[in-house]
Every structure is written in structure tokens, then in C-alpha cells.
């Protein structure tokens, strides 16, 4: 190779002359972004010779591009389906490194017959800044890139398609979920973004190994990428129905992130009132908090006592925590609610005669009931387009409103009800 194949103004040419709208070998090419970064913040001059180390990674990039010619890529998204098919999803990934991050489109298809197909649709990646960012930070970044793509496809469908996001990143997933106010300005800005190009329920958790992002985080080879059945088709639970794909995690996060920040999904069953009330006396309690860990010991032993697997943890979860606050919260709408539920479930209408039907009331995932409103296209976060309905007198409303008193710093009562309406409201 010539010794003008081995500088930085060549190597830049070459990074030019890649044309990848869809970004079918992104991890390979990313592979030379990141070399030419490196070459950015060594100084290197335009026409000097590469340091031995970077040569290495050239003439090993140069070699392995030979591989390309063993990539065959398909011009038909739906393969060899050759029946109706009767649903069809974009499922997006994404993921980061020190070095770069990325995201990955697939639609998935599935047939009448209940047969299921997935096609690779496009991929994008960036090398990740100069400045110094946490990987939590890049991992936030890459989910943005990917409801952005995700926005930018859809619109060039001429079907619909329903959307779900996954990441492997645990911390992003809650900071997707929860109130973006909470946050500092870089995490604000990207969460309400990406909020307001999805909703916080179409996002998912996934197992590392089973994320075909982190090829575009870390790169590989062309032979290895065109082998590699996890880029061009996604994880194998992709093919088949949703009770196969990765359950919800549970995890212990900082306690203060925990209790201001985050907001997760959790499922809690109820069976009546009366075993609530036989469980934990609300009455008892004069702090929100106080009941919400009582209440999250009561399920742990009741949970370590039904099954083989036992959580031995000297600490409460953020999961237990939200689990809690999510079986009050049923409690309370089912005692002053149950009506409107039961009309909800039944797709009926609400009487006229109930008190929160101007509200416009609906169910979410979690069988809560949460306001519709007018705030749908607002630049607001979820929580604050949608809030849990309460009753104004109750106990757990009391606990609650004390709660956001206090931790506002016991400002008056037009800022506390602002702060408690982010997330509830009174009707």
C-alpha cells in the first residue's frame, strides 16, 4: 500500500466515498469512523504518516473490506412470504459505546396463518462526541436516534405500522419512562424529545446479547457481518409471539434516582378490597413513604413465601416501591371508581351522572385510569399529558398531596397542586 493510502487525507476520502443511505454495512464502516476520530485527537497532519498502532488498524480495515463481496443484500422486504399478511410492525434497537452508538430498524410480518418473517429495514450510526459522555448519556442519545429514524420511516411507509423501541440500557429505559423535569438540561432536552416522538409504552428492555445495535456500537468485520443472522434479522425471539420476549427486569438503582426520577411499568394484581385492608391499614400511616415501604415488605413476604426463588435483598426495590404505589393507586380508583371502570372495560359509556366523565377517562396498560385532556400535542411528558385520576377526598390523596408539599420545600397551595397535577389530578 502506498504511503499516500496510509494518511489521514486519504482515509477521510475514503469515509467520503462510502455511500450507505440505509446503512446496511454500519458496522463496518464505523469501524474507519471511529479510526479517523482517533486520527482527530492524536493531531495527526493531513499528509503524515499514521502512527504504527492506527497503520495497523488501517491496512486491517483495508484487508477485511475484501469481505464485502460475500454480502448478498435482498431488494424484497418480505422474503419468501408468499401469503396475506395481516400485521405489520417496525421494532427498533439501539445501543452505545465509549467509541459510538447506533440504531437498527427490522419490520416484522405476520402472515394469516400466523407464520412470522422479519426484515432488516435501515441502520444508523455516529461516533460518539469528542467531549466526554457517561455511557448512560450515549445510551440516552442512541435511543433518540432511534425514535427519530423510527419517525422518518414511518412517514415513508404507505402503511401503518405499529412501533416498539428496544435497549439494552437499563437506565435509559427509566429515564424514558419517567417525568423529564427531573432531570439536568442534557437528559431533559433528549427525554422530552423522545417522548414526544413516541410514548413512553411502546419502549422495552432486551437482554445485551440479544441487541443487534451493539454491532454498530463496537463494529466488526465484513465476513463476521455478513454470517451474522442477528443484524439481518434481529434476536430469534423476534419470530415468535410476545409471551416469548424478554420480561420486564428488576433492578436496585440510587435510592434518591429511584423516588424523584424514575417511573416504570409494573403489573400489580388485586383481588378485593377487603385482603388490602386485612394486609396494611392506610389509616395508620401519616407519610406517603412510610406506607409505600410498608406495603412493598408485605409483597416481598408474600411473594417469598409462594415461591421457590426468594428475594434475599436487605433493601427495597425500585420495582417494589412502584409496585406499591401502583396496588394504592388501584385501590383507591376501584372504591371511588368502579363503575367507570367496569363501563371502560366494557367499552360502554359513562352515566352521565358520574363525576369524572367531562374528563374524558381511559385505561391505560395498567389499568389505571388516567385524563385524555387536550395536552395530547403538548410538549409535555407523559405523565403530564395523562394523569392518574384520584378522588380529592381519600387518604392515599392526602398522603400524596403532603408528600409533593413537603418536597417542593412546603411552598403554597397553587405550586403544590402544579406539582402533584404532573402526575394526578383531583376531580
Same mark, same amino acid.
Given at each position: 500500500?502506498?504511503?499516500?493510502?496510509?494518511?489521514?487525507?486519504?482515509?477521510?476520502?475514503?469515509?467520503?466515498?462510502?455511500?450507505?443511505?440505509?446503512?446496511?454495512?454500519?458496522?463496518?464502516?464505523?469501524?474507519?469512523?471511529?479510526?479517523?476520530?482517533?486520527?482527530?485527537?492524536?493531531?495527526?497532519?493531513?499528509?503524515?504518516?499514521?502512527?504504527?498502532?492506527?497503520?495497523?488498524?488501517?491496512?486491517?480495515?483495508?484487508?477485511?473490506?475484501?469481505?464485502?463481496?460475500?454480502?448478498?443484500?435482498?431488494?424484497?422486504?418480505?422474503?419468501?412470504?408468499?401469503?396475506?399478511?395481516?400485521?405489520?410492525?417496525?421494532?427498533?434497537?439501539?445501543?452505545?459505546?465509549?467509541?459510538?452508538?447506533?440504531?437498527?430498524?427490522?419490520?416484522?410480518?405476520?402472515?394469516?396463518?400466523?407464520?412470522?418473517?422479519?426484515?432488516?429495514?435501515?441502520?444508523?450510526?455516529?461516533?460518539?462526541?469528542?467531549?466526554?459522555?457517561?455511557?448512560?448519556?450515549?445510551?440516552?442519545?442512541?435511543?433518540?436516534?432511534?425514535?427519530?429514524?423510527?419517525?422518518? /420511516?414511518?412517514?415513508?411507509?404507505?402503511?401503518?405500522? &405499529? +412501533? @416498539?423501541?428496544?435497549? =439494552?440500557?437499563? $437506565?435509559?429505559?427509566?429515564? *424514558?419512562?419517567?417525568?423529564?423535569?427531573?432531570?439536568?438540561?442534557?437528559?431533559?432536552?433528549?427525554?422530552?424529545?423522545?417522548?414526544?416522538?413516541?410514548?413512553?409504552?411502546?419502549?422495552?428492555?432486551?437482554?445485551?446479547?440479544?441487541?443487534?445495535?451493539?454491532?454498530?456500537?463496537?463494529?466488526?468485520?465484513?465476513?463476521?457481518?455478513?454470517?451474522?443472522?442477528?443484524?439481518?434479522?434481529?434476536?430469534?425471539?423476534?419470530?415468535?409471539?410476545?409471551?416469548?420476549?424478554?420480561?420486564?427486569?428488576?433492578?436496585?438503582?440510587?435510592?434518591?434516582?429511584?423516588?424523584?426520577?424514575?417511573?416504570?411499568?409494573?403489573?400489580?394484581?388485586?383481588?378485593?378490597?377487603?385482603?388490602?385492608?386485612?394486609?396494611?391499614?392506610?389509616?395508620?400511616?401519616?407519610?406517603?413513604?412510610?406506607?409505600?415501604?410498608?406495603?412493598?415488605? /408485605?409483597?416481598?413476604?408474600?411473594?417469598?413465601?409462594? &415461591? +421457590? @426463588?426468594?428475594?434475599? =435483598?436487605?433493601? $427495597?426495590?425500585?420495582?417494589? *416501591?412502584?409496585?406499591?404505589?401502583?396496588?394504592?393507586?388501584?385501590?383507591?380508583?376501584?372504591?371511588?371508581?368502579?363503575?367507570?371502570?367496569?363501563?371502560?372495560?366494557?367499552?360502554?359509556?359513562?352515566?352521565?351522572?358520574?363525576?369524572?366523565?367531562?374528563?374524558?377517562?381511559?385505561?391505560?396498560?395498567?389499568?389505571?385510569?388516567?385524563?385524555?385532556?387536550?395536552?395530547?400535542?403538548?410538549?409535555?411528558?407523559?405523565?403530564?399529558?395523562?394523569?392518574?385520576?384520584?378522588?380529592?377526598?381519600?387518604?392515599?390523596?392526602?398522603?400524596?398531596?403532603?408528600?409533593?408539599?413537603?418536597?417542593?420545600?412546603?411552598?403554597?397551595?397553587?405550586?403544590?397542586?402544579?406539582?402533584?397535577?404532573?402526575?394526578?389530578?383531583?376531580?
Amino acid at each position: 500500500m502506498s504511503r499516500r493510502g496510509e494518511s489521514k487525507r486519504f482515509i477521510l476520502s475514503v469515509v467520503g466515498r462510502i455511500f450507505g443511505p440505509i446503512g446496511i454495512l454500519g458496522p463496518f464502516v464505523i469501524k474507519l469512523k471511529c479510526l479517523l476520530q482517533e486520527l482527530w485527537t492524536l493531531g495527526v497532519e493531513w499528509d503524515s504518516e499514521l502512527p504504527p498502532k492506527l497503520r495497523h488498524k488501517w491496512q486491517q480495515w483495508s484487508s477485511e473490506a475484501e469481505g464485502l463481496t460475500e454480502i448478498k443484500i435482498p431488494r424484497f422486504y418480505l422474503g419468501n412470504i408468499d401469503q396475506e399478511i395481516s400485521k405489520c410492525e417496525i421494532r427498533c434497537f439501539s445501543d452505545a459505546s465509549k467509541s459510538a452508538y447506533g440504531t437498527i430498524l427490522y419490520l416484522r410480518f405476520v402472515t394469516c396463518n400466523i407464520e412470522i418473517e422479519t426484515s432488516f429495514i435501515c441502520s444508523k450510526s455516529r461516533v460518539a462526541p469528542l467531549k466526554s459522555l457517561t455511557l448512560p448519556r450515549l445510551e440516552l442519545t442512541a435511543t433518540l436516534l432511534s425514535a427519530r429514524l423510527a419517525k422518518q /420511516v414511518s412517514s415513508c411507509l404507505k402503511f401503518d405500522a &405499529n +412501533i @416498539y423501541y428496544w435497549t =439494552d440500557s437499563r $437506565i435509559s429505559y427509566y429515564w *424514558i419512562r419517567g417525568d423529564s423535569s427531573a432531570f439536568k438540561p442534557y437528559i431533559k432536552n433528549r427525554v422530552q424529545e423522545i417522548q414526544l416522538l413516541s410514548d413512553p409504552m411502546q419502549w422495552r428492555h432486551c437482554p445485551g446479547k440479544d441487541n443487534p445495535a451493539d454491532l454498530l456500537s463496537r463494529g466488526t468485520s465484513a465476513v463476521k457481518l455478513a454470517q451474522n443472522e442477528l443484524w439481518w434479522h434481529g434476536p430469534p425471539w423476534l419470530k415468535l409471539t410476545p409471551d416469548h420476549w424478554p420480561n420486564r427486569h428488576r433492578d436496585i438503582l440510587d435510592s434518591e434516582l429511584c423516588s424523584e426520577e424514575l417511573e416504570h411499568r409494573s403489573s400489580v394484581h388485586v383481588a378485593v378490597t377487603q385482603q388490602r385492608e386485612a394486609l396494611v391499614d392506610i389509616n395508620r400511616f401519616s407519610s406517603l413513604k412510610k406506607l409505600l415501604k410498608t406495603t412493598a415488605w /408485605v409483597f416481598r413476604f408474600v411473594n417469598n413465601a409462594r &415461591n +421457590i @426463588y426468594k428475594s434475599m =435483598d436487605f433493601y $427495597i426495590t425500585a420495582d417494589e *416501591i412502584q409496585n406499591a404505589e401502583y396496588f394504592w393507586l388501584k385501590c383507591v380508583q376501584s372504591e371511588f371508581y368502579s363503575a367507570e371502570i367496569l363501563a371502560l372495560k366494557q367499552n360502554e359509556q359513562l352515566r352521565s351522572s358520574s363525576e369524572i366523565k367531562s374528563l374524558v377517562p381511559y385505561l391505560d396498560e395498567n389499568n389505571l385510569l388516567r385524563l385524555t385532556g387536550r395536552l395530547l400535542e403538548a410538549d409535555l411528558c407523559f405523565g403530564e399529558k395523562h394523569p392518574v385520576i384520584l378522588p380529592r377526598r381519600c387518604k392515599f390523596t392526602e398522603l400524596l398531596v403532603i408528600r409533593e408539599h413537603e418536597r417542593i420545600g412546603h411552598c403554597g397551595v397553587s405550586a403544590t397542586l402544579t406539582q402533584l397535577r404532573k402526575k394526578n389530578i383531583d376531580t
